[in-house]
Structures are given as C-alpha cells and as structure tokens.
C-alpha cells in the first residue's frame, strides 16, 4: 500500500527571519554594488541636509563583515531607539489606564450609542484620520489611538485589523495625498523652487479619491469579519484577546472616577495635538506627555503607586515584539549606509530614468521613489536625499517640477503602510499585536489600488503639464 503524499503547507516565515534574511541580502550586495556616495550640503532656504545631484563619485569599499552583520541589528536598536522606547511607553501607559476600567465603561458608551449605525464609524474614523494625515504628517503619532480604535472596534463586532485600519489608513491618505503636509510636499516643494503647497487642488482630488477607495475596502473588510467572526485574518489574535472584547450586553457603570480618567485622556491627547502644531513635538514630547497621562490617569482611577508600576510593566512586556521588530528593521539601513551602497542605489536609479521617453519616464521616476522609500523610509529624508536629484532630472527630460513632487509623495507615502522598515507601521502593528505577515495579507490588494491610482493621476499630471512649473 503506497501512502498517499500530503502536500506541505507554505508557511510565512517569521517576521524576524525575513528582516535578518533583508539585511543578510543587503550585507552581501556591499561586496557587489560599488561604494559611492554624494557630496551633501545644507539648503539655506530649508535648512535641510541635501544632495548636491552632481557630486556622485566612486568612494573605496567597504563591505560588511560576519561580525558587521551581527552588530547592525544593535546598531539599528540604538538608531531607533527613541521608537522603540516611544513603544514601550505607550503599551505600558495604555494598560495602566486600561487597569482602571475608565477605557471599557467609556468605549461601551459610544458602541451603545453607535449600535445599528456600527459603518458609519469606519469613515468618520478613516476622514478625521486623514486630515492629520495630510496637516501636520500624522505618522508614529497614530500609534496612541490604535488601542482605541480596536477596541471600539471590538465592541462593535469587528477585529483588530479593522480598528487599526481606520486609524492608520486614513492617516496614510492624508498622508499621501500630502495636500498640506509640511514634511513631505513642504520639504520636497522647497528643496524644487515651488511655491509652498502650490497644486493644492488636484491633491485634495487625491485625497478624496484614496478615501472612497479606502472606506470601500475597509468597509468590505468590517462587514465580513462581523457577519462571520471565522473570517478574520487575525481570528488567533481575536481568540487569544477575547476577554478584552467589551460585552455590550453587560455595560460597566461609568463612575466619577472613569469620568475623571477620561477627562485625562482627553486632555492628554489635546495636549499632544496642541505641542505637535505649535511646538513640532516629536516621539519624545508625546512619548512624555503619554506616560504623565497614564500615570496621573491611574491614579485618578484609584491605582496605587505600585500598581501603576505593576500595570506599566505588563503593558510593555506586551508588545516586546513588535517594538524590538523596529530596531531588528533599521538594521537594513544600517547596514547599506555602513557599506557605502545606499547613494549608489540612489544614483543607478536615477540615472536608469534618463534613458526612459518622457511619459514613461514620470512611471519611471513613480518606481524609483518607491524603491528608494523601501531604504529612506523618512519622508523628510527621503525629500532631502532625491528630490535634489529628480529636481534638474526633471528639467532635463521635460517633466514639471510639481509632478516630480507628485511622484515622490506618492513613492515616499503608499508603500509607508506595507514595508518592514516604516518604524510607524511597525510600531502601530506591535501596539495592536498583529503580525507583519497578518497585516500584508490584509493590505497587498488595497496597496496595489493605491498604487494603480498613484500611476493614472501622474500620467494625468504630466499630460496636463501640472505646475506652476
């Protein structure tokens, strides 16, 4: 009797093995891609650190050893350090607000009051997200609402995938859309000579066009998940988090001191948007500002001091995970700037689009800022690094400067919610405790939307000569 062969079943590898199998490949291209760099200089007009486009030269190799490979993941813990902390004190200071009960009886109230309207809370989430998104660049900030949106969504019969889509995809929208984004289009239009936010008009088109598609998927998405919780493609995660979905048939009582700890959410978060639109706090001040709102939150919700510590520590040791994934991830970039490579990368791509017929050509110049973004993850970085290049590349192949800007928001922001090295994506998927494989799964078909959307408006862009110049 001849046993009949079961076929094996692919497996994802683990989300480390992928990003060590990245650097490992990245380390090995450091013997093959001669070492070059650019000269960089300082922009009087932006104050950032640009590339001179024509001072590429050969610079002596240097390749990335046994022992160099080991230290790049130390390395890109210490680079992304301050992320990676960021993360820990936001896990640690939700679980202590959590711990007092004030988040489950204020979320049960909304979902009470959203029941039987439980779509309308994908949109109003996906455009109020947005909006940050495309002002003042809402990226790592989103991080402190995921908790929130999933469990609202949670309560309301969706999954964790859905709650962080509603947060983090509309972000990324605005995002991308970048209508008045200071660090990305800001940065990109004054490093070309455009006026600021200029070609607002057709970007606000954007912004509109990547929200119906959005809503419309996320949307497909909830509901399927709610009529058939099996669905989910993170229904693991749902079955192992099943106690913390909020039971709306049993509301807890709101008490004083859930209102009290509730007013201190509120006011933590104005606080943060109000430091980040006047005083252009980052990680640190909102990572600051996050931990006095869960420290002082549980102690209004009547925690002791050590049981505000306790509750800290179980929060963080949480999401060890995924906030140790955003050092593992800036490893990659490590490891190319160590190796001399990444300039050359830089530089081979720009100059591939030369050869490319004009219409082709703005596809072309697409396709090289989502390569590059893939290694730039920084939007303000990537604008000061490429844009000094794309700028003359531009002229010279007669492409309107707005639309070489168009093709780097669009370069630098779609692929910012799918690749390993975003430390935003990675520290929003570590807060919700979805793996990166999980997420992919859920994204790749949106993203190649997005990313067909990006292609026709830049083929539109370029016919209709989008300026002023």
Not at 39 to 49: M, N
Not at 287 to 300: D, T, V
Request: contains cysteine; charged residues 15%; proline residues 4%.
């Amino acid at each position: 009797m001849v046993e009949s062969k079961k076929k094996k079943k692919f497996n994802i590898p683990h989300t480390y093995v992928i990003l060590f199998s990245v650097i490992l490949i990245m380390s090995l291209l450091t013997y093959i891609i001669p070492a070059g760099e650019f000269t960089r200089l300082e922009d009087p007009k932006t104050g950032k650190t640009v590339v001179d486009p024509a001072s590429f030269h050969s610079v002596e190799q240097n390749p990335t050893g046994v022992f160099d490979l080991f230290q790049s993941i130390p390395k890109g813990m210490k680079d992304a350090a301050s992320i990676v902390f960021f993360i820990f004190i936001v896990g640690g200071s939700f679980q202590i607000i959590t711990a007092t009960g004030a988040v489950e009886a204020g979320i049960s109230r909304v979902a009470l009051t959203l029941k039987g309207k439980e779509k309308l809370m994908i949109p109003v989430f996906l455009v109020l997200f947005s909006i940050a998104g495309g002002t003042f660049g809402m990226a790592e900030e989103a991080i402190v609402f995921v908790p929130i949106g999933i469990a609202l969504a949670r309560a309301l019969g969706y999954d964790a995938i859905t709650g962080t889509a509603m947060i983090t995809l509309g972000a990324a929208c605005g995002f991308t859309s970048g209508f008045m984004n200071p660090f990305t289009v800001g940065v990109a239009q004054k490093v070309s000579e455009l006026p600021l936010f200029s070609g607002i008009e057709i970007r606000l088109v954007i912004l509109v066009v990547m929200l119906i598609v959005t809503i419309i998927y996320v949307m497909r998405y909830a509901d399927k998940v709610r009529k058939d919780p099996s669905k989910s493609i993170v229904k693991d995660l749902e079955e192992k988090e099943k106690d913390k979905i909020i039971d709306l048939s049993n509301v807890p009582d709101l008490t004083k001191r859930h209102i009290l700890v509730l007013l201190a959410i509120i006011g933590g978060f104005i606080l943060i948007i109000w430091g980040v639109f006047t005083k252009g706090w980052y990680i640190t001040e909102i990572g600051s500002a996050f931990l006095a709102m869960g420290i002082i939150g549980g102690f209004l919700g009547g925690l002791g001091p050590s049981k505000v510590g306790e509750e800290f520590v179980k929060g963080a040791k949480s999401i060890v995970f995924g906030a140790l994934v955003v050092g593992v991830a800036r490893g990659i970039l490590i490891v190319m700037q160590d190796g001399m490579i990444l300039d050359s990368i830089i530089n081979g791509l720009a100059s591939a689009i030369e050869t490319l017929p004009k219409t082709i050509s703005v596809l072309g110049m697409y396709v090289v800022q989502v390569v590059i973004n893939f290694f730039i993850p920084s939007g303000s970085g990537q604008a000061a690094t490429t844009m000094p290049i794309m700028t003359p590349l531009a002229d010279l192949i007669g492409v309107t400067r707005q639309t070489a800007v168009m093709a780097y928001q669009f370069g630098d922001g779609f692929t910012n919610s799918i690749i390993p090295t975003s430390a935003a994506l990675m520290g929003v998927l570590s807060v919700a405790k979805i793996n990166y494989e999980k997420w992919v799964k859920f994204l790749w078909p949106l993203m190649l939307i997005w990313l067909g959307v990006g292609a026709i408006f830049l083929v539109f862009a370029n016919v209709i000569n989008y300026g002023p110049f």
